[in-house]
């Protein structure tokens, strides 16, 4: 069992449309879209067994959450409760102004806020002395008490919580374990939707299911907030026999089964309105043929390989189903699961060897590729983890704490290549897929 909480950020403010800062101030409030966008929210999560509901208590967050649940059937809609551990990260200097006024009027702050905001301080005069802020630090303290409070009340059942661009990305790293200085790279639109499955409590073990669902909003993906560098796409293949057998793939050329052609094209319908300026695949016939579909819907676009791509070489596990390899090998099995960094596949890698090649191959593509191009990479379960794992800052043991589902869609930007840090817009989208959910219901079967 585990549990599950949905995250939600609130819709469009007075104060986003404006370009102003909120932080804690209680002034701004939804406009008509924002309204708008929060009752898509509601119809999207309306079908779901929720068991509570937590808002921070600024009247932006609260009416989100108020319009969302109203879309509930009565008799089983969850309480609402607010707390002031869902509030907005504290930027008492900037509450209220634009941002071309922040830079001007605090023009080296404003760079450290966004190049290090970890390391942002706000020495706020007072009548009683001056206070002093540390807004990113304060706050990833503030969500870590949220999580030790909500996983230990509300143990597997699910949630949803509605609060703020700042702590949401907050929420999301503290589960993961993210340091502070990773808090920029998460992208949060207003009503995206965001999923975490918890083991237990907090550093028990975590899953990020998906990150910053947009597609009931009307917009597939995020929009591009910068017109240089580069945003990829990167996509698992569709899947195969031996994912719904759960029989280890490895580098065994498996082609994609009925369902696994019809994820691929559905990955290709969903992503037809793209532009795309160049598409890489793994070789191995899985990820090729899910890369050909949505090829195709590109016009001149040819298709490359890199066969740093292929999935984990599984070795003497490669074709053996999960119950053969418990049979033969059950601790180096439990091994896998329980601490992945520490395995080596018999007769095949380890992570590390996975994580180097595959990391390599990603940093290489957004080197080489053009200023202000969109890429697509198609490749496996293993290798998008340790990629994603890369651009989130976590390490090869934290391998399972992000999920990739056959046919998903991740997008990654680069607005200054690898000269600054990566913008994970969003994570592991299989809502084209049909299931009418906002959870992944893909295959679970092994790599």
Known sequence: MTTR???????????????????????????EAGERCAQQVGQVLANLSVDAAYSSPLQRAYHTAEILLSAFPESSRPPLQATDQLMEIDLPLWEGMR????????????????????QLTMTVPGAG?????????????????????????????????????????????????????????????NCGISVLNFAGDLGDGVQLESMNLTAHLGEPLPDRKEKGGVRLLLVRHGETEWNRMQR???????????NGHSQAQKAA??????????????????????????????????????????????????????????ADYGPLLQAWKDSPATVQMPEGENLQQVWDRAVAAWQDIVTQAPDGSTGLVVAHDAVNKAILCHVLGLQPQDFWA??????????????????????????????????????????????
């Open 5 to 31: 909480v949905i995250l939600v950020r609130h819709g469009q403010s007075t104060y986003n449309a404006e370009g102003r800062i909120q932080g804690r101030s209680d002034a701004s409030v939804l406009t």
């Open 99 to 118: 941002r071309e006024e922040i830079k001007e009027q605090y023009g080296d702050l404003y760079r450290l806020w966004q190049e290090h905001p970890q």
């Open 129 to 189: 002395g001056d206070r002093i802020v540390y807004p990113v630090q304060e706050l990833y303290k503030q969500t870590q008490g949220f999580w030790r409070s909500l996983l230990s009340q509300h143990r597997d059942q699910t949630l949803v919580v509605v609060a703020h661009n700042g702590v949401i990305r907050a929420l999301l790293g503290t589960a993961l374990g993210t340091a502070p200085d990773q808090y920029k790279i998460l992208r949060q639109s």
């Open 248 to 258: 280890f793939q490895g580098q065994i050329d498996i082609p994609l089964n009925a």
């Open 269 to 326: 319908t969903f992503l037809k309105d793209v532009s795309l300026d160049f598409a890489i695949t793994s070789p191995l016939l899985r990820p090729k043929e899910t890369a050909e579909a949505i090829v195709k819907e590109h016009s001149g676009l040819d298709l490359a390989t890199d066969d740093r791509l292929k999935e984990i070489g599984h070795g003497l596990w490669e074709g053996k189903l999960e119950s053969e390899i418990q």
């Open 402 to 447: 992000v999920k990739q589902g056959n046919g998903a869609v991740t997008v990654v930007d680069y607005p200054k290549k690898l000269a600054a840090a990566p913008v994970l817009q969003a994570l592991n989208i299989t809502t084209h897929l049909g299931a009418g959910s906002i959870f992944d219901s893909t295959a679970a079967g092994a790599l």
